[in-house]
């Protein structure tokens, strides 16, 4: 007689621990309800665990689950985009913006940041010869809920894991 080894296959066994690949389907929502973001319904978003290549709240949160496992977790601004920096709010003279034909709100440019680092800031208001650009995160500040349900899990491999990120098509490591 023959006994099949049921657990010959321990994918789904696999728990989400630091160097996994991890892929989700979400649903991401603010404290009014409002979805921010979503997955495509066919492509989970994947990434690899402990490489802090996603917020470090959901990150956190994730930790320990396996395939088929759902879960509600709301992160809090520290653990997501940050607090909103006031310092990073500032008001420009128009004629700051040479070159661009129309500066309205939602217009985003690269600009330096303080040790010259690029920096990604949208226009958030334009009055008179007067434009507000912040430098926050568009997130930040705000405590997000995330809706998850984990779709997969495998072994990254060694080049994934020396790299800091998944490997996959458009990848030209």
Do not use: W
């Not at 290549?53 to 956190?60: A, D, Q, S, T």
């Not at 977790?73 to 128009?94: C, N, S």
């Not at 700051?96 to 330096?112: H, R, S, W, Y």
């Not at 800031?121 to 434009?131: P, S």
């Amino acid at each position: 007689m023959q006994i099949f080894n049921l657990y010959q296959n321990t994918d789904f066994l696999m728990k989400i621990e630091n160097n996994k690949v991890v892929s989700f389907h979400y649903t991401l929502t603010d404290d009014e309800n409002n979805v921010l973001d979503k997955s495509g319904t066919d492509e989970p978003l994947s990434y690899l665990h402990g490489a802090g290549n996603i917020i470090p709240g959901l990150e956190k949160a994730l930790a320990g689950k396996e395939v088929g496992n759902k879960l509600k977790t709301r992160i809090e601004p520290e653990d997501a985009y940050g607090a909103k920096q006031e310092g990073m709010v500032q008001v420009l003279p128009k004629e700051a913006f040479q070159g661009v034909d129309k500066i309205e709100p939602g217009l985003q440019f690269q600009a330096a940041g303080q040790n010259g680092e690029p920096v990604v800031v949208t226009v958030t208001k334009v009055e008179g010869d007067q434009v507000t650009i912040d430098g926050n995160h568009p997130m930040a500040g705000i405590a997000l809920t995330f809706d998850v349900e984990i779709d997969d899990i495998r072994d990254a491999t060694e080049d994934e894991i020396a790299h800091g990120h998944i490997h996959g098509d458009g990848c030209n490591h």
